[in-house]
Nanobody, 125 residues
Framework: VKLVESGGGSIDTGGSLRLSCTASEYTYSSFCMGWFRQAPGKDREVVATVNTRSTVTTYTDSVKGRFFLSRDSKKNILYLRMNDLTPEDSAVYYC???????????????????WGQGTQVTVSS
């Protein structure tokens, strides 16, 4: 499995970005995919995840209503649309995936075992 992120960059407060994650050699029938982020000096945190089996999508509270997850299943691309960005959103954003998914509910962070290399998002005030 290979995950490759793109779409990061520098932007002013209030701006928008769309991150893309292209997955290759992903042959599992049910799985989770998601975005995580890590800012300097902070722990990595989950941003948004989608369970392809239950179709449940979850967002961390700080991004609800601003970030939106979508997936092109035919192209194996996961998107994260980020609106109304603030400096607190600055971080390296990682795409991640699992090799299975529970039949209901979301995606436990501990299940993610495939990771991309990350893409930097910097929001200036």
């Amino acid at each position: 499995v290979k995950l490759v992120e793109s779409g990061g960059g520098s932007i002013d407060t209030g701006g928008s970005l769309r991150l893309s994650c292209t997955a290759s050699e992903y042959t599992y029938s049910s799985f989770c995919m998601g975005w995580f982020r890590q800012a300097p000096g902070k722990d990595r945190e989950v941003v948004a995840t989608v369970n392809t089996r239950s179709t449940v999508t979850t967002y961390t509270d700080s991004v609800k209503g601003r970030f939106f997850l979508s997936r092109d299943s035919k192209k194996n691309i996961l998107y994260l649309r980020m609106n109304d960005l603030t400096p607190e959103d600055s971080a390296v954003y990682y795409c991640a995936g699992t090799d299975w998914a529970q039949w209901n509910g979301g995606c436990p962070s501990r299940d993610f075992r495939f990771w991309g290399q990350g893409t930097q998002v910097t929001v200036s005030s």
